[in-house]
């Protein structure tokens, strides 16, 4: 049985073919002789196969043609509308002289004879307008409408359907240019589901279902949606249908969303991905999805659309007619200039309930393994979006399977890491090793406060809940702490006692990473940071702050303008962040005055007292080094006011030294190294002797700065 786009298609060769001859034959009503051209014969040949019967004369033959083409007029009408080439004209509002210049041109691509009539006719290859004029045998008016289907901004040429061949015819009519069809049109009129091969590799064309019920959102979230979706079925004209903008995380089921409203007002969704590259790379992409989504009745799903991406893609859009859902990177809303009304959908990481109940489903999906699960420190201690949880679930099954065990916790703990880390790119760097809190040598007053600091994450849920300050404190809520000193105070082990303390993860942020001197490009970085970090387990280390957090000075220049843009944003961001970040510097003089407004902590880690140099000293010694319970550590903690970061150093020298020379540790080893770490600080040592039992000699008598 003959499918409609077959039928269609033979009706719109076999009126081509019609016109054609019925031009030959008037040319040769007029005097015409082409019994000279090599091609004539053969193609006589064809037309009294096609005919069934050889002509008598040109002027029987032009009677005939005229009653075939009368009935094939009479049957082409509802062809047309049977198959796609129907739809595409009304979606692409195509004028019925459009619809043949289209169909004309692309003809003798899929029957070559075609072609071979349609140049014996007109002594020129290919087809042109001039041709289309002849052969249609229009008036003066009908070739202006001819002229005005190639022009830039009707919808063949708009939307790539046709093109007019300007290689090296700039002294060439219009009118003599041939008509180039790209061949992926043929795709975009045949009644299959394949994408143009130019376009497939970034788009995908969905049938989403109708339903929102088995998506797991927020009810407030989930009204919102069905709404715009009852509201978008309603809609008779689709010009008038406002386009949706959706924002959020990765993994929030932007585009998952986008589909579901498609499909709930009747529409498949044509999904494009902007893909790498500039928005000249994008432009050509775009204008073929537009086609692609109109000729098929789709909604047109775009992103995600990176900031620097939105001006070109919404210009690109700026006269589509119908229903389009922009996707958008960032977890704020964007800034877009279109006079289209919009529809705004935020989307974020699940609440706690909503978590809870997909990560329950997503574990009842699991076949075959056996589950060790308590869900809770994964549901309290992340913040995530669906895309996190079933990214990570995927990644522990797979990983269980491999080595034949139960699927545990700490299996989807590593994949939620994964996933965040797989996100934060080279921004950040995990810190492993953390220390532990009686690995601390600080004093009693500072211990103190870093306890109430620490007080702050186990008690927030009073304080802000059941207390009532969440009501009354919007911003300020996370726990901001920097630690200033001198180097080697220990103001990065601080902080992964804080990261141990909190069962939380560390990670430095990579400043060579981040820093960039193009204008917004830092700012950028540290957002996607700040992002990733509020949804999971981390403290965010800041070291040398300084460099980060430096005064804001007057915006003589350029550089001092976009320095104090990247300080405000991050004031700003900080005070927002409702994680845990910790800054340290040596430079706390160099800071902005208005960070320790938003501090929870500020520690000033001094040079340790002799008692605290004596813990420090025998936590770097210890007993199973051989000889160290020899060593007078009294006598150095006295004789020498180092600070932690350097006594751990001549301690760690001292034992190689001793391991060099296969003999115990002795004292002079160890003054040996303490020498040597202070000759590579840059201060001077006087060689002089020493006498363990007798600790009063000064610190001015054996260094020198």
Known sequence: MTSPIERWLDLEIDRLWLVAERRLRRMQVSGVDFSASPAYRAIEALLAVRRGAPIASAG?????????????????????????????????????????????AFAPLVDPPLGDLLQLVHA?????????????ELDRRGRLELLTAVDAERPLVRWSLLAIDAA???????????????????????????????????????TAPTALDDLILAEPLRRQLQ?????????????????????????????????????????????????????????PRLRLAQREALARGAALVIGPIPDELAAPVTEALRRYPD??????????????????ALHEIALGPLAHAEASLLWARAMEAVGGLELDLDLAPLVDGYRLTPGDILHAVKVAEASARAQG???????????????LRTQLGDLVERVDGLHAWNDLVLSDADLDRLVEFLGRKRHASIVYDEWGLANRIRYGKGMIALFSGPPGTGKTMVAGVIARELAMDLYRVDLSQVVS????????????????????????????????????????GGHDRFANLTVNYLLQRLERYPGVAVLTTNK?????????????????LQLPEVAERRRLWRSFLPEQLPGASTIDVDWLANRFELAGGSIKNAAVRAAFLAAGDRQPLDLAVVVASVERELDDMGRVVWQVPFEPEDPQIALDDVILD
Request: glycine share 6%; with cysteine.
């Open 517 to 556: 001197k193009w204008a917004g490009e830092t700012e950028k970085q540290l957002a996607q940071i700040f992002d990733i970090a509020e949804r999971t387990q981390a403290v965010l280390l800041f070291d040398e702050a300084d460099s980060l957090f430096a005064k804001r000075g007057t915006t003589e």
């Open 60 to 104: 029987e033959a032009l009677v005939a043609i005229e009653r075939a083409l009368t009935t094939n007029r009479e049957v082409l009408q509802s062809a047309r509308a049977e198959a796609p080439i129907g739809a595409l004209a009304t979606r692409l509002a195509l004028s019925a002289i459009e619809l043949d210049v289209l169909v004309a």
């Open 168 to 206: 090296g015819t700039s002294s060439v009519p219009v009118t003599h240019r041939p008509l180039q069809v790209p061949p992926d049109v043929i795709s975009t009129l045949s009644d299959g589901r394949e994408l143009p091969p130019s376009l497939a590799p970034y788009a995908t064309l969905r």
């Open 124 to 136: 020129r290859r290919g087809v042109d307008l001039g041709l289309l004029g002849e052969l249609f």
């Open 405 to 419: 065990r139960a699927l545990r916790v700490e299996d989807l703990r590593v994949g939620v890491e994964l996933r």
């Open 588 to 604: 706390e003089e160099s800071l902005d005055e208005a960070l320790q407004r938003r501090l929870s902590l500020h520690l000033r």
């Open 323 to 340: 229903l389009a859902f922009l996707v958008m990177t960032g977890t704020h809303a964007p800034k877009l200039s279109t006079d289209r």
């Open 227 to 283: 709404s715009i979706a009852r509201g978008f079925a309603a809609t008779a004209d689709p010009s008038r249908l406002p386009w949706v903008v959706l924002w959020g995380p990765s993994g929030a089921g932007r585009r998952e969303i986008a589909c579901r409203i498609a499909a709930a007002s009747g529409r498949d969704a044509l999904v494009l991905d902007p893909g790498p590259g500039s928005a000249a790379e994008l432009e």
